[in-house]
């Protein structure tokens, strides 16, 4: 297995370059180091090389993950980009900096009451489904604008949008409309690109690249 600094490497002179290509500012752009399914050697291997950004997509795994190992490092912000039932808001906002996948009135009830308890407050992303995909979660383009004036009433901060697109169609369509959308409402981040569409994710405005395989090898 290729060590993890030389993946990140790697991963970052392309970042560099699609930056360059796409004239923006390199700090505007996150590398997310998606940590689910890797092994704890892993996980420190990738602290261990400087990383202080993770993403993890089920609240018990990043229990397992991160609850020991988070208070060690001050600077670690960890995102939750997978699904978040409202039963496990108490947990999400112990433990994530940002969760990118806000999608429905209920989550935005559980969690502002759950960061008003917890006296912790962060913002959030909402995940918007591009792509209309029935089985996939995530608001529809269409109900977007509702969703962000709910948040705005319940005292949500949301600062960006993030999307998986369609495995089938081109993922740069997807991009330059989630773009086009937080340009309209005014949200600076952008949460898209995974390892294999990063760099057209950069070129299109992604402020944060959710990137897996590419940086820890295969998933156990
Ligand atoms: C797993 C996952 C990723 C990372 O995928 P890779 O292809 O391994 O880079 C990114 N975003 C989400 C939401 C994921 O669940």
Not at 39 to 51: C, F, K, N, S, V
Not at 176 to 185: E, G, I, V, Y
Request: proline share 6%.
């Amino acid at each position: 297995m290729t060590a993890i600094s030389e993946n990140r490497t790697i991963i970052q002179d392309k970042i560099r370059a699609a930056a360059k290509k796409a004239g923006r500012d390199l700090s505007t752009i996150n590398l997310v180091a998606v940590s689910k399914k890797q092994t704890p050697a892993r996980i420190q291997e990738a602290l261990d090389a400087g990383m202080r950004l993770f993403g993890e997509n089920r609240v018990q795994e990043a229990y397992e993950h991160w609850a020991a190992l988070k208070p060690s490092y001050p600077g670690l912000k960890l995102h939750l980009i997978g699904p978040l039932q409202s039963n496990k808001a108490v947990e999400a906002v112990a433990l994530f900096d940002c969760i990118e996948t806000i999608d429905r009135p209920n989550l935005v009830d559980a969690l502002t009451s759950e960061m008003k308890k917890q006296g912790k407050s962060f913002p959030c992303f909402i995940q918007v489904n591009t792509g209309a995909e029935p089985q996939k979660s995530g608001i529809l383009p269409a109900d977007l604008p509702d969703l962000l004036i709910y948040c705005g009433e319940k005292g949500l901060k949301i600062n960006g949008l993030m999307c998986m697109p369609p495995a089938a169609e081109p993922p740069a369509l997807h991009f330059s409309f989630l773009k086009k959308l937080a340009q309209r409402h005014g949200l600076p981040n952008l949460s898209m690109g995974m390892s294999g569409d990063f760099e057209k994710a950069v070129l299109s405005g992604a402020t944060h690249i959710r990137v897996g395989t590419a940086l820890f090898g295969e998933r156990e």
